[in-house]
C-alpha cells in the first residue's frame, strides 16, 4: 500500500474506487466498505483509494475539547488499511482552512481532478465538506457531470446493533472488552514503549513493563486488570495488565503496566503492542501488599484460563 502525506503527491489514477472519512477503528462498519471497494476495482481493473484526515477533524475545529479519544493511531489505522488490502492512501492534512472547503470544491478539486475518481462508495451517513453540507444526493448529482457513480452502503448492523466507533469507545471505557472486540472484528490494541518504573511489581514477584502510549488521545480502556496478550518484536506473549492509579500504595498517577509471563528479558525503551482479550476485574484498594500479591495470584491464574485459547 502506498500512503501520500499531502494532495501535492499524489498522482491521479486511471481508475480510481475511492472512499474517505475519518476511520477510526476501522471496525466491521468500515471493513464492509473496504470489502465492497475491492469488489468494484476487481471488476474493473481499478485501484483502491482510501482518504483520510489528520489530525482528526474534532481536534482542529474544538481545539479546547480535551475528551475526544482516539482508536487508532495514524500509524495503526494505516496497518490495518494495509491488511484489508487497500492499495493507496490519501492523509490529507486537516486543517482550519482545509475544513472551509465547499463540498463543491472537494468533488471537483479533490475527488475528480486530483484522484481520477471513477466510484464513489460511501457509508450511510457520509457528510464532507465546510460545515458538512456535502451528501449522498450531492454526490449522485454531480456523478454524470464529472464521470463518477456513487454508491451508498446501507447501515451496518452487528447484532441489531449499529456499529460505530462511539459505541467501541463506550464498551472500551466500561471494560467490556468482548463488544468491543466484535464490532471491531478483532482485539483492541494499544502500542507504547517501556518506560522505567518504581519496580513495584518486582517487590511483589510479577515485575512488570511500564508502558508510555505514543499518543495522548489514543483511548485507554477502563481501570482494572486484563488479560492480554503482548507482540515484542516478532513474538506474542501472554500476560496481564494493569490500569489504575494503584490506590493500594496511594498512587496518585494513572499507569499501565503490563507483566508478560514467562518472560525476563530488559526491555526498557523497547516497544510492545498489548492486544486486549478480557477483563479479569475492576481496579480495587487491598489492604496491604500481601493482601494484593495474593489476589495478582489469583489474577494471573485467571488470565492464564481466559488465554488458553488465544
Do not use: C
Amino acid at each position: 500500500m502506498r500512503i501520500y502525506y499531502s494532495l501535492d503527491d499524489f498522482t491521479r489514477l486511471k481508475y480510481a474506487i475511492v472512499t474517505s472519512g475519518t476511520f477510526d477503528g476501522v471496525h466491521l462498519g468500515h471493513q464492509k466498505i473496504l470489502g465492497r471497494l475491492k469488489e468494484i476495482a476487481a471488476k474493473n481493473s481499478g485501484e483502491t483509494v482510501v482518504i483520510t484526515f489528520w489530525p482528526h477533524p474534532r481536534l482542529i475545529l474544538q481545539p479546547d475539547d480535551e475528551s475526544l479519544r482516539l482508536l487508532n493511531t495514524f500509524e495503526e489505522k494505516a496497518e490495518l488499511l494495509k491488511q484489508q488490502g487497500i492499495q493507496h492512501l490519501l492523509r490529507i492534512p486537516f486543517t482550519k482552512e482545509f475544513s472551509q472547503i465547499t463540498s463543491q470544491a472537494f468533488i471537483k478539486n479533490i475527488l475528480v481532478d486530483i484522484i481520477g475518481t471513477k466510484k464513489l462508495v460511501i457509508g450511510y451517513d457520509h457528510r464532507f465538506g465546510n460545515n458538512r453540507e456535502g451528501s449522498f444526493e450531492q454526490l449522485k448529482l454531480n456523478g454524470p457531470t464529472y464521470g463518477f457513480d456513487v454508491e451508498e452502503i446501507e447501515r451496518q448492523d452487528v447484532d441489531h446493533v449499529g456499529v460505530s466507533s462511539s459505541k467501541i469507545r463506550q464498551a472500551l471505557e466500561s471494560g467490556d472488552i468482548e463488544t468491543a472486540t466484535h464490532f471491531l472484528g478483532r482485539p483492541y490494541s494499544m502500542t507504547g514503549s517501556v518506560v522505567k518504573g518504581d519496580k513495584l511489581g518486582r517487590v511483589l514477584g510479577y515485575p512488570t513493563a511500564n508502558i508510555d502510549l505514543d499518543s495522548r488521545h489514543k483511548l485507554i480502556p477502563s481501570d482494572g486488570i486484563y488479560a492480554v496478550t503482548i507482540r515484542y518484536e516478532s513474538t506474542t506473549h501472554q500476560g496481564m495488565l494493569y490500569i489504575g492509579n494503584r490506590p493500594t500504595v496511594n498512587g496518585t498517577k494513572r499507569v499501565i503496566e503490563v507483566n508478560l509471563f514467562n518472560f525476563n528479558k530488559e526491555i526498557y525503551g523497547e516497544t510492545l503492542t498489548v492486544n486486549f482479550h478480557s477483563l479479569i476485574r475492576l481496579d480495587s484498594k487491598f489492604k496491604d501488599l500481601e493482601a494484593l500479591k495474593q489476589q495478582l495470584h489469583d489474577d494471573k491464574e485467571k488470565a492464564l484460563q481466559l488465554l488458553k485459547n488465544v
